[in-house]
């Protein structure tokens, strides 16, 4: 579906235009009547650049192909299908990601054969970034006017955050997500067998072991036990007074490439956010790229869209809780001073520098950028 632009003169046809009217003028005061020919003959020109860009469009475009996402920075290949219903001369086509133009030119096109046109982008801006819409331009042969035709040709991209590899080897270290957890006994037949025991009141009759029993004349269960699967729960600040856009994109980017780690090593791992909009899941994340799509879409808020501490659900209280925020959050104090959370709680403190930081009763590592806590990660340099 197209629609119509108002016409515009090129910069020549404006030179034209102007060039009659000024014969006219001297036509007018001299009486010179090579000057009226003139004229007569530069507005037929213009008159009929006016009149030949065709008023609709004998092309139909579509998206082929077109990438659902991508990571920031990274380059894109883009397809687009044009099929003429009738023969249609080189054209000039003008689409658009995110606001931004990219203009291509489509060869000429004919009703037996489809056209198709790849051209690059490199999308520098996490989120969502919307495709369209695509303009035709078509020019009359001497170049005096354009007709712009607008295709409601739309489609969005997401645009991931960059992640920054961590290597797991070194997740001990640091102690991120890797925290020593006991076993504790379990009724489950499948859990770990560490040995035979005096039954118990309260133990269930299916760990009894009765051929041991028999033997021992004393009622024996099997101990059996497990160990719970390490939990991690991220919390990243959206509040637009905690940190400034540099930073919080910094903040984005250590939560994804925190993400992305816990996950290649099989931690359970929850994403919370205190954007309203996209709040996170209270569930564990299953895929990087689930994660990936979340970080994509959440922003910097402002105080009424920002979630409140107690409206933040943290998920297993059991979780070893890190938060990685701006300087300027409340969030920190408010999570230090709960009793439950402190002794859990491992705060990532982005700063740019412009003025002297308070103490933490909490362990936290300060950071100036993304890079720098891949490199701290990957050294085995985190204090924490």
């Given at each position: 579906m197209s629609s119509r632009s108002p016409l515009r003169l090129t910069r020549r046809g404006m030179v034209v235009l102007v060039a009659a009217v000024a014969l006219g003028v001297a036509s007018y005061a001299t009486g010179y009547g090579a000057f009226i020919v003139l004229t007569l003959i530069a507005l037929v020109v213009v008159a009929m650049a006016i009149a030949i860009p065709r008023v609709a469009s004998s092309v139909d475009f579509d998206r082929a192909d077109s990438p659902?996402?991508?990571?920031?920075?990274?380059?894109?290949?883009?397809?687009?299908?044009?099929?003429?219903?009738?023969?249609?001369?080189?054209?000039?086509?003008?689409?658009?990601?995110?606001?931004?133009?990219?203009?291509?030119?489509?060869?000429?096109?004919?009703p037996e054969v489809q056209t198709v046109v790849r051209y690059r982008v490199q999308p520098l801006r996490r989120g969502i970034q919307t495709l369209g819409p695509l303009l035709e331009e078509r020019t009359d042969p001497f170049g005096l006017a354009t007709r712009t035709l607008t295709h409601q040709l739309g489609g969005e991209i997401i645009v991931f955050p960059v992640v920054h590899q961590l290597r797991p080897s070194v997740a001990g270290k640091v102690?991120?997500?890797?925290?020593?957890?006991?076993?504790?006994?379990?009724?489950?037949?499948?859990?770990?067998?560490?040995?035979?025991?005096?039954?118990?009141?309260?133990?269930?009759?299916?760990?009894?072991?009765?051929?041991?029993?028999?033997?021992?004349?004393?009622?024996?269960?099997?101990?059996?036990?497990?160990?719970?699967?390490?939990?991690?729960?991220?919390?990243?600040?959206?509040?637009?007074?905690?940190?400034?856009?540099?930073?919080?994109?910094?903040?984005?980017?250590?939560?994804?490439?925190?993400?992305?780690?816990?996950?290649?090593?099989?931690?359970?791992?929850?994403?919370?956010t205190r954007d309203r909009a996209v709040?996170?899941?209270?569930?564990?994340?299953?895929?990087?790229?689930?994660?990936?799509?979340?970080?994509?879409?959440?922003?910097?808020?402002?105080?009424?869209?920002?979630?409140?501490?107690?409206?933040?659900?943290?998920?297993?209280?059991?979780?070893?809780?890190?938060?990685?925020?701006?300087?300027?959050?409340?969030?920190?104090?408010?999570?230090?001073?709960?009793a439950s959370m402190a002794p859990r709680l491992v705060v990532l403190r982005l700063d740019d520098g412009a003025a002297p930081l308070g103490p933490l009763s909490v362990r936290h590592v300060d950071l100036a950028n993304a890079e720098q806590f891949a490199t701290l990660w990957n050294t085995a340099a985190l204090a924490v």
């Open positions: 659902r996402a991508v990571g920031r920075g990274q380059t894109v290949e883009l397809t687009l299908a044009a099929t003429a219903r009738r023969p249609s001369p080189p054209i000039r086509v003008v689409d658009h990601l995110a606001g931004q133009p990219l203009p291509m030119s489509l060869p000429a096109t004919s102690g991120l997500g890797h925290r020593e957890i006991a076993p504790t006994r379990s009724a489950d037949p499948a859990a770990e067998f560490r040995g035979m025991r005096e039954y118990l009141p309260g133990d269930s009759d299916r760990l009894i072991h009765w051929p041991s029993s028999a033997r021992s004349e004393v009622p024996l269960v099997r101990d059996l036990y497990e160990t719970p699967q390490p939990t991690l729960t991220v919390l990243l600040e959206t509040y637009d007074g905690a940190a400034t856009d540099v930073l919080f994109e910094d903040s984005v980017e250590i939560a994804a490439s925190l993400m992305s780690e816990a996950l290649a090593r099989e931690v359970a791992v929850t994403l919370r709040p996170g899941r209270a569930e564990p994340v299953r895929q990087t790229a689930e994660a990936l799509e979340l970080l994509a879409r959440v922003s910097r808020t402002t105080a009424e869209t920002t979630l409140p501490a107690s409206a933040m659900v943290i998920g297993d209280p059991m979780a070893q809780v890190v938060l990685i925020a701006g300087a300027g959050s409340p969030l920190i104090g408010q999570l230090a001073a709960m």
